[in-house]
């Protein structure tokens, strides 16, 4: 039956040549068009978690709510401490998040000023690598501020500028204070530049009273995978009700939301072509199966069954179907594998498109053998469904009507 | 004799219905699919447009030459009442607002986010762009206190309505003010900016804690259906920023862009595959008959009448997947101009792109036009190569053949 189906397909060359293009045509578009719009999502999230997210983020519960002092984390120490030996962690950080009014000698602007541990902070976000003008914070307890590059124009300072800041402490008193601009940091998130100042904990903890602690703690881990079992593994070990350990996919949640949309839109879109693509496929087995019913009578008068011609037919579009595949899906993962590890540049796609979080002009694409699988899988499972009309067609025929039918 | 030819094309368009039906109903299903796709994709741009122009910047804005870089009060325009009045004259304008905007910082006993207050007088927001309609939660009325705040600062700073709010900026003098509000209403303007940030409060009421005078404002917003006024009023007050929407929101023009092109593509590989489908079946569908045109050359019919037969064929089949395509298409389209697509299970996402949780489609001409167009040509075109088989044969051996 096999051969057959296979001679079959030498025969009847137009009907091949149809099917074979467009299921090849479908197979690689399917694999390049999802492999963009994954790509183009991950490069979103990551880029996201880099700039400044944590995977994982231990909170008081409320802080995120609710907010205020009184949901602060204390004995921080203690609780990395237990950090320290759960397995999966790779890294973590306490950060002092505050909200107050920079001001200039002219120019004011609202902007959260956080204090980091500078040297922790190197492996937890870019803001290192972000570094434009001056130094990043070295470390020293001292009043240097590092603020975000539109914040800086925002309020009309340069290196070794003075700015004043007023804000509350831990304890809701009245803090204020003035900094130096040491450095300047451009990270590409435009919300983040235009809003946020660094400043080392060692001096931030004595002017907010935030000594031990902290507004939450960032985690890294080894393998993002597994986040979820490292979040259970951290919310046993600290063992306190009142504390939530988030990861990134609740902390950024609009944010994969938001790509869960585009998706959506994005199948919508493919599903267009995958239609028009089905019923062409579908029209021409179904004049190829109505030019050859002689042929399945004759078939059917020496003995074969409806099911046997069912499983030629079935052959036919397998064989059809699994050539294009065969050649569609290697060079579509190639392709998803090429740009995957050399992202396509679009120039200035990430300041055009900042205000969606887009931080980079890169557009790689996403290679990953699983999401191609099934890409494959759905083109074979169209190409089937394609064929039943026509089976269903032949079907009708008794063997003595396909014969004598012209 | 046309009259014979076209009952023989009718006839034979039809002569293998289930044929005939597979191509109607892959150019009704895909064309109605493109439609849909084509109007909702069309109208998530359309109404992000829209909604930006309502809530900000109209059609064209005009500030004072330095405010869209420094955003400091001492770059506003210092006559603004003087110039809505004059605009007010002019008979392209249809509305003018004056806006007056200062960013800093909104507090609540628990939470603070960088944020921006605009001053607006609500009745000329009205009917500038039915600013009511922004309304999510609460009531739109600016008395002295109250604030009616973007959807996204509400949620960042966890207020409801009566809750209070202190913003805190610097004032025309330099010095840092703070004023404390409450909480009116909640608007969400799908105007991304605005809805993370937006404290809206009375104008009158801004201009005093602000310090500045009642003439000044740091936007005057115009909405207009004219294409020359940009140039007349850019000509008229040479000191001010005289910009067009999609100057000052570039990103809509380049989702224009996209959307046409995105849109043109998919038209273009629709109508190739369907041009495909039409080919295949046109092309069997000669075949079949060939013994038939050879006969009808043989009585002495001319090629013109047969080609003319097969183009008419032809057109039926698209005429009656257009027809049926079209009324779904429609029908698709107004339920979604009606009704819209709800997607509030991704509001959250959706506004992140400056979306609301239900999209709405637009109907246009041109999208049946273009597509009537489209599967006449592909129609048309898918029988030409049939029609160089018939016209090479040679008749007698066609006549003779056993097909």
């Known amino acids: 039956m096999f051969f057959l189906a296979l001679k079959n397909i030498l025969f009847y060359k137009g009907r091949s040549i149809t099917t074979f293009a467009l299921t090849f045509f479908s197979t690689f578009s399917f694999i390049v068009y999802v492999a963009m719009m994954d790509g183009s999502h991950n490069s979103i999230l990551h880029n996201a978690l880099k700039v400044y997210v944590g995977a994982i983020e231990i909170y008081e519960k409320g802080y995120r709510e609710i907010g205020g002092n009184e949901y602060l984390l204390y004995n921080v120490h203690k609780k990395e401490e237990i950090l320290k030996n759960i397995e999966g962690v790779s890294s973590f950080t306490s950060r002092y998040e505050t909200y107050g009014l920079l001001s200039s000698d002219e120019y004011s602007s609202a902007a959260m000023v956080v204090g980091i541990n500078p040297t922790k902070e190197v492996q937890h976000s870019q803001l290192k690598n972000a570094l434009i003008l001056g130094e990043y914070l070295d470390g020293s307890a001292n009043n240097c501020l590092y603020v975000g590059s539109d914040l800086a124009k925002r309020l009309h300072v340069k290196l070794d500028s003075k700015v004043s800041f007023i804000g509350s402490a831990s304890d809701n008193s009245f803090a204020a204070d003035i900094f130096k601009v040491c450095g300047m940091f451009k990270t590409g998130a435009y919300e983040f530049d235009s809003s946020s100042a660094f400043i080392d904990r060692g001096y931030f903890d004595t002017l907010m009273l935030s000594e031990d602690m902290a507004s939450y703690i960032h985690v890294n881990v080894t393998d993002l995978s597994d986040v979820d079992l490292i979040q259970q593994k951290i919310q046993a070990a600290l063992d306190d009700p009142k504390l939530e350990v988030l990861t990134w996919k609740t902390l950024m949640a609009s944010m994969v939301e938001a790509m869960k949309v585009d998706s959506i839109f994005g199948y919508i879109s493919i599903s267009l072509f995958f239609v028009v693509i089905f019923f062409v496929i579908m029209i021409f087995s179904f004049i190829n199966a109505s030019s050859r019913l002689r042929e399945f009578g004759t078939l059917r008068a020496i003995g074969l069954s409806s099911a046997n011609i069912n499983v030629l037919l079935f052959y036919e579009i397998f064989i059809l179907s699994t050539l294009a595949i065969i050649l569609a899906a290697p060079l579509g993962a190639y392709v998803a594998y090429y740009f995957n590890a050399n992202p396509i540049i679009i120039e200035g796609m990430s300041e055009t498109y900042k205000e969606y979080g887009i931080v980079s002009d890169e557009l790689p694409l996403s290679f990953d053998l699983f999401t191609i699988a099934w890409n494959v899988g759905i083109v074979y499972l169209l190409n089937f469904l394609s064929i039943l009309y026509p089976m269903r067609f032949i079907n009708r025929f008794k063997p003595l009507e396909a014969l004598k039918h012209v | ?403």
């Open chain 2, 1 to 403: 004799m046309y009259k014979i030819i076209l009952k023989l094309a009718f006839k034979n368009a039809f002569l293998r219905l289930a044929r005939t039906i597979l191509v109607i109903v892959m150019i009704a299903v895909s064309m109605s699919m493109m439609l849909s796709i084509q109007g909702l994709y069309d109208g998530m741009t359309f109404s992000m447009a829209d909604k930006i122009k309502r809530s900000d910047c109209g059609d064209i804005s005009l500030y004072s030459k330095n405010y869209r870089i420094t955003r400091a009060i001492k770059d506003d325009i210092s006559d603004a009442t003087a110039i809505q009045k004059e605009l007010l004259k002019n008979g392209d304008v249809d509305a003018v607002v004056l806006r007056l905007k200062a960013e800093g910082l909104s507090s609540t006993a628990r939470k603070s986010a960088f944020s921006v207050i605009v001053g607006i007088d609500l009745n000329e927001e009205e009917k500038f762009g039915q600013f009511s309609r922004f309304l999510k939660q609460g009531e739109i009325r600016l008395g002295k206190r109250d604030v009616l705040l973007g959807s996204e600062l509400a949620k960042k700073l966890k207020v409801k309505i009566g809750s209070k709010v202190i913003f805190s900026t610097q004032d025309s003098t330099g010095e840092i003010n703070g004023i404390s509000l409450r909480v009116r209403g909640i608007v969400e303007t799908n105007n991304i900016l605005l809805d993370k940030s937006a404290l809206f409060v009375d104008k009158t009421r801004l201009q005093k804690f602000l310090g500045v005078s009642k003439e000044e404002a740091t936007q005057i917003a115009i909405r207009t259906n004219s294409q020359t006024l940009l140039k007349q009023l850019q000509a008229r007050y040479p000191h001010l920023d005289v910009k067009s929407f999609l100057e000052l929101y570039p990103i809509i023009q380049q989702m224009q862009d996209l959307m046409f092109i995105f849109n043109s593509l998919s038209f273009l590989i629709v109508m190739l595959v369907v041009f495909i489908g039409i080919m295949g079946v046109m092309y069997v569908s000669i075949l079949d008959r060939i013994r038939e045109f050879g006969i009808m050359r043989s009585i002495g019919m001319g090629y013109s009448l047969i080609r003319s037969q097969i183009f008419l064929e032809a057109f039926f089949v698209g005429f009656v997947g257009y027809i049926i395509g079209a009324f779904l298409g429609f029908f698709a389209l107004k339920y979604l101009q009606n009704y819209g697509l709800d997607l509030s299970e991704f509001a959250d996402g959706l506004a992140s792109f400056g979306y609301s949780s239900t999209l709405y489609a637009t109907i246009k001409f041109s999208y049946f036009s273009s597509t009537f167009i489209a599967i006449m040509a592909a129609s048309f075109l898918s029988v030409l190569l049939p029609l160089r088989k018939i016209k090479n044969m040679n008749t007698i051996e066609v006549t003779k053949a056993n097909i």
